[in-house]
Nanobody, 116 residues
């Protein structure tokens, strides 16, 4: 089992920046892809924000490309999401996830609110 703990959410003005972190613990060997998803409202489907492979190959959704950067520290089993030029439509609960041996694990989520 892998446990994921996100941190770094909060309230920010439009145009501002936030950095999210997600640390993996438990049976953390051979974690493959790690990533971030977001859910804009309860009952809405989670949408991909960005993922990164163990070899640091990154994929971004079109809505965040050029503004968000995903990175990963394999030694610390931690994935980061640097979010710049934030917009009100980026407001959501952000979830970290990872894949290991065909199983997917999720964190509890962290709220990001972009508002003036």
């Amino acid at each position: 089992q892998v446990q994921l703990a996100e941190s770094g959410g909060g309230l920010v003005h439009p145009g501002g920046s936030l950095r999210l972190s997600c640390a993996a613990s438990g049976s953390i060997f051979s974690i493959n892809t790690m990533g971030w998803y977001r859910q804009v409202a309860p009952g809405k489907q989670r949408e991909l924000v960005a993922t990164i492979s163990r070899g640091i190959y990154a994929v971004y959704s079109d809505s965040v490309k050029g503004r968000f950067t995903i990175s990963r520290d394999n030694a610390k089993n931690t994935v980061y999401l640097q979010m710049n030029s934030l917009k009100p439509e980026d407001t959501a609960i952000y979830f970290c996830n990872c894949n290991q041996f065909g199983s997917t694990y999720w964190g509890q989520g962290t709220q990001v609110t972009v508002s003036s």
